[in-house]
């Protein structure tokens, strides 16, 4: 039996101490991971302790050609492939996405770029999906609120990006969301706090149970 490996991906330029949702609700992923899995290993890839660099194309198209690669270009792909094996060698996977001005952070963005640049994680000349992971789950955490009947509705543009953008790798993910997170300790926003603890207790809940034996 190989062990098996939750990869976590962080974020959120807030630490759990400052209240980061999306990182305390990874705490409890993790938690679960190793309840579930007493012989588990959680590797974490933090993109704020750690950010990527933006995606320099070039490095790419010279790999792709063959070329023999000058020493910044060997750099750009071996950091691709070293975020991609990451995500090939896990079992499970748990990323931490909160909305920033009505997209992802720009660390989760330069990652997938560099990600998707890898052979690991696509096929460089078919664009097969190369990622095989048991289960993929994706925390959202949004200040506002995002629903039909809201002001913002169509305007959360990161959930919509990182489901479709992670099936070119492979991965189906589940989203667990939680919006009105400004909301507590706000008094303007007091009449919303109420969707804030609603939709906490049950990702709370979901993520205690998402790696149950039969759950995956
Ligand atoms: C730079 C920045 C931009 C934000 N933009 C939005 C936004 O567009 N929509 C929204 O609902 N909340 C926005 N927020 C609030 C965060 O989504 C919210 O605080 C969320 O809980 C952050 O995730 P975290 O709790 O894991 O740190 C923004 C926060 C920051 C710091």
Sequence with gaps: MTTPILLRVDSS???TEQASVTRALADRA???????HPDGEVRTRDLVASPPPHFDPVAQAARRRGDTLTPAESKAAALADEYAAELRDA?????????????????????????????????????????KLRSARVIVARGGAYGPETLRAGW???????EKSF?????DL????????LAPGRAYLAEFEHVYH?????AEERLAGAFAVGAA
């Design 13 to 15: 330029l807030a630490s």
């Design 30 to 36: 993790v938690e679960a991971y190793l309840a579930a």
């Design 91 to 131: 079992t499970d996977l748990v990323i931490g996405m909160p909305l920033y001005n009505w997209g992802p952070p720009s660390t989760l963005k330069a990652w997938f770029d560099h990600v998707i640049a890898s052979p690991i994680a696509r096929h460089a000349q078919t664009m097969e999906p190369m990622i």
């Design 156 to 162: 959360d543009h990161a959930t919509d990006w990182a």
């Design 167 to 171: 099936t070119a790798i492979g991965v």
């Design 174 to 181: 589940e989203v667990v969301a939680v919006e009105m997170t």
């Design 198 to 202: 609603r939709d906490r207790a049950v």
